[in-house]
């Protein structure tokens, strides 16, 4: 996890966090800047210029100092972690959809629902005998069994409130 200024390449990362006053992360918020969102650095930012971000289907130009307070993560950092099953990420906490296995069907399937790959996922409640798994995906709820989601292997991440 680091600034977004740091970021010397280009690529797909995740926001983990939007440091800085609260009024200034409700305003990166209303335009699309907010944890757990996904966006493509176009260029990166050289001797402290600004930078260009591809967020939900336009281009934005950030300068440097909005981007020092943007922590993200890059969607393939391979940084030890290794790929869990959607089914054994605890409540409350999140993940990054790295691959769907299984059948042809199922995964058309779970791909038509919203789990697509890079997606963030967060567990919102599991039901009292454990299935189904109840999902926040893409701003929706959404409901899975548990043998669904044991086809869906992810990187956990943390979640920033």
């Known amino acids: 996890m680091e600034s977004l200024a740091k970021i010397d390449s280009k690529g797909q ?17 209303e335009m699309g800047v907010a944890p757990n969102s996904t ?3 176009i260029t990166v ?9 591809y967020l939900r289907g336009q281009r934005l130009a950030v300068s440097y100092s909005m981007a020092q307070s943007i922590m ?5 950092e391979e940084d030890g972690e290794k790929l869990i099953s959607l ?3 605890k409540v409350g906490n999140a993940g990054i959809v790295n691959k769907i296995i299984g059948n042809k069907a199922l995964r058309k399937r779970l791909m038509d629902m919203g789990l697509t790959k890079n997606t963030v996922v967060k567990i919102h409640q599991i039901a009292p005998l454990g299935d189904p798994i ?5 701003n929706y709820k959404l409901s899975i069994r548990k043998n669904e989601a044991d086809f869906v292997l992810v990187s956990e991440m943390e979640v920033a409130e």
């Open 13 to 29: 990362y995740v926001i983990v966090n939007v440091l800085g006053e609260r009024r200034f992360a409700k305003r990166l918020a």
């Open 134 to 138: 109840e999902l926040i995906v893409r």
């Open 72 to 76: 993200v993560k890059g969607v393939s």
């Open 87 to 89: 089914s054994q990420v």
């Open 45 to 53: 930012s050289k001797n402290e210029s600004g930078m260009v971000i």
């Open 39 to 41: 966006l493509t650095v």
